[in-house]
C-alpha cells in the first residue's frame, strides 16, 4: 500500500458541515483508521462585524456545502 495520502472532498448540506465532521470523526474512532485519516478539514475564515458598535469575530466556510 502507498505511504502518500491522498484528497477526498465530502459534499454536505450548507450549514450542517460541522455536524458532518463530527460524524466522520466519530466513524474514524469507531473503525479505528486515524492512522488512514489524520485530519478532517472545514475551510474556514475569520471575519469581524460590527455589532452595536462592538467588533464581533466570527467564522464563515469558504466552501459552504
Not at 24 to 32: F, H, K, N, Q, S
Not at 50 to 59: F, L, S, T, V, Y
Amino acid at each position: 500500500m502507498s505511504d502518500q495520502l491522498k484528497w477526498y472532498v465530502v459534499r454536505a448540506i450548507s450549514g450542517k458541515e460541522k455536524k458532518v465532521k463530527q460524524y466522520v470523526d466519530a466513524e474514524i474512532a469507531r473503525l479505528g483508521i486515524a492512522h488512514l485519516v489524520p485530519q478532517v478539514l472545514i475551510p474556514t475564515e475569520k471575519y469581524y462585524q460590527m455589532r452595536d458598535g462592538k467588533k464581533i469575530a466570527k467564522e464563515r466556510n469558504y466552501f459552504p456545502g
